[in-house]
Nanobody, 126 residues
Framework: QVQLVESGGGLVQAGGSLRLSCAASGGTFSLYTMGWFRQAPGKERDFVATISWSGGRTYYADSMKGRGTISRDNAKNTVYLQMNSLKPEDTAVYYC???????????????????WGQGTQVTVSS
């Protein structure tokens, strides 16, 4: 059983940056593919970025390409999401997720991830 705790959210002006962190415990972190998702009020939870267990593969939603960087530190059991050039439409609750997959694959579907954090609010003002 993996527990995930996100941090780093907050209020930022458009054009600013935030670095989200997700600390994992209770499992072998290095075995898990990690993902970031977000959910705006009244909308579905959407994929943002994912990173393979080794860190060797990353993938981003079109909305985050060129502005976000996902990374992980397996020694610290932590995954990060650096977001730059933030826009008001990035406002959402950001969730960290972990999934165990048989191969070092990229997975973007919400339902594929078995473990979720409680979320951290990101608000971007115009």
């Amino acid at each position: 059983q993996v527990q995930l705790v996100e941090s780093g959210g907050g209020l930022v002006q458009a054009g600013g940056s935030l670095r989200l962190s997700c600390a994992a415990s209770g499992g072998t972190f290095s075995l898990y593919t990690m993902g970031w998702f977000r959910q705006a009020p009244g909308k579905e939870r959407d994929f943002v970025a994912t990173i393979s267990w080794s860190g060797g593969r990353t993938y981003y939603a079109d909305s985050m390409k060129g502005r976000g960087t996902i990374s992980r530190d397996n020694a610290k059991n932590t995954v990060y999401l650096q977001m730059n050039s933030l826009k008001p439409e990035d406002t959402a609750v950001y969730y960290c997720a972990a999934g165990l997959f048989l191969v070092n694959t990229i997975v973007t579907t919400t339902s594929s991830y078995g473990y979720w954090g409680q979320g951290t609010q990101v608000t971007v003002s115009s």
